[in-house]
């Protein structure tokens, strides 16, 4: 019996027959996690350049409506209100900040969240 046992456990060992499946199954997981990774970052670049396109717009609208007005709180308004519909990766407005110097310049920078796929 014990020489049997022995027969079969070295035939199991030395068998290379389905060693294929069991190397896909292993190699499977890290080529899932990759998939993924590479999902969740193109996400993240297509958010970024949407706020980027909107920041830009909104710069421009609150340029345009200080040159009109001349009056600083209607142009940080415009920003903001411009910037308000813009909804990010999570679905929350950005969170904005306008400088205006004294001679008119408007800058905007806007953080926003984006939460994997």
Known sequence: MSFRLTKNIRRFVTNDSGNMAIMC???????VAAAGAGLDYAHSLKVQAQLQESVDAAALAGASAMRSSGNVSTARNMVNNFLANFKGGDGNPPVVTTVIDAIGRVSVTANVTSRPL
């Open 25 to 31: 199954a292993f190699a499977l997981v890290p080529m």
